[in-house]
C-alpha cells in the first residue's frame, strides 16, 4: 500500500492508471513508464522516473506475482481500489491525501 500511494505522490498518476499498471510498461532500461491509454485524449502517455520512483518499482520487481505492479492478494488481477488502506493512513497519520489528477498532495490536518 504504501508503495501504491508514493507512486501516486511521485508521478502524478491517477488512481486507476496507477493500480492497474503492468510490469510490460515499466522500462527500466530507458528510465520510463508508460501509460495506456490516457482518458483525456486517449493516447499513450510516458513518463520518465526519477532515482526514487526508479528504486520503488526496482524493489517492487522482486515481488512480482502477476503481470502487475500492485497485484491483489490472490494474484488474480490488480490491486482493488484501496479506499479503505487510505482510510486507514489518514487516521494514523493525520494526513489527508488527496490524488488529485494533475498533483496529488498531502494536508496535515490541524
Not at 27 to 39: E, H, I, K, M, Y
Request: proline share 7%.
Amino acid at each position: 500500500m504504501a508503495d501504491y500511494l508514493l507512486l501516486l505522490v511521485f508521478t502524478g498518476l491517477r488512481r486507476q492508471e496507477a493500480v492497474q499498471l503492468r510490469w510490460k510498461h515499466v522500462d527500466f532500461q530507458d528510465r520510463t513508464l508508460t501509460v495506456l491509454p490516457d482518458p483525456k485524449n486517449h493516447e499513450p502517455h510516458t513518463l520518465p522516473l526519477s532515482d526514487f520512483v526508479l528504486a520503488l518499482l526496482t524493489h517492487r520487481q522482486g515481488l512480482v506475482v502477476n503481470g502487475y505492479v500492485f497485484p491483489r492478494k490472490d494474484d488474480t488481477g490488480y490491486l482493488t481500489e484501496p479506499k479503505s488502506q487510505i482510510a486507514n493512513v489518514i487516521a494514523v497519520s493525520n494526513t489527508v491525501f488527496h490524488p488529485a489528477r494533475s498533483a496529488p498532495h498531502l494536508r496535515h490536518r490541524r
